[in-house]
């Protein structure tokens, strides 16, 4: 279908994200229409906007932290569907989502061959999370932002336990990009 190709373009629109040659971005459209959601007034609300914000987690330090209120009100089994109660803290989470994808600088670039990667990488009481970047002459590229909560198993691991499940699970989530590298 010739209306769908694009020939020698400078950017490009894919799966709601915008590649050009520098970076990969949220797909504007797709941002604006998530900022302009109201609350949440059911738990299938509650889940959708998980579910569109959850597809630009990768672009979000601390995704994880930062979507566990909302979590707590959308683990609901379908017996206990009529107990959802938006509160303040889900609140702030919606909120504090809203404002990184309009504040934060979202793109990340593309990693660079010739630059070696550095992993960052904490552990909280909530969840784990790692940064993947390059610190190059022209500045630092972020290459991704990974996260996820600690099951009920790892929260009762001791502090350095979680850190080390950080590392292991950040290098292994991120294989794709470091491979064998230094």
């Known amino acids: ?3 769908k190709c694009s020939i020698a373009v400078q950017e490009i629109d894919f799966l709601s994200h915008t590649i050009n040659e520098q970076c990969i971005k949220p797909n504007g459209d797709k941002i604006k229409a998530i900022v302009d959601l109201p609350p949440p007034k059911t738990l299938k609300e509650a889940n959708e906007f998980l579910g569109k914000i959850n597809w630009y987690r990768k672009f979000i ?3 994880s ?3 566990a209120p909302l979590h707590k009100v959308t683990n609901k089994t379908k017996h206990h569907r009529h107990e959802f109660k938006w509160g303040p803290d889900q609140q702030q989470s919606f909120d504090e989502f809203k404002r990184l994808l309009t504040t934060y600088p979202l793109f990340l670039e593309y990693p660079d061959p010739s630059t070696p990667f550095i992993l960052t990488t904490d552990a909280s009481n909530i969840g784990i999370g790692g940064i993947l970047r390059q610190d190059t002459p022209n500045g630092t590229k972020i290459n991704y932002f990974k996260s996820r909560m600690l ?5 009762k691991y001791d502090t350095i336990e979680q ?11 991120l294989r794709s990009y470091i491979g064998d590298s230094d």
């Open 65 to 67: 932290r930062i979507a």
């Open 1 to 3: 279908n010739p209306d």
């Open 61 to 63: 330090p601390n995704f």
């Open 151 to 155: 099951d009920d198993t790892e929260l």
């Open 163 to 173: 850190e080390a499940l950080a590392i292991f699970w950040c290098l292994s989530e």
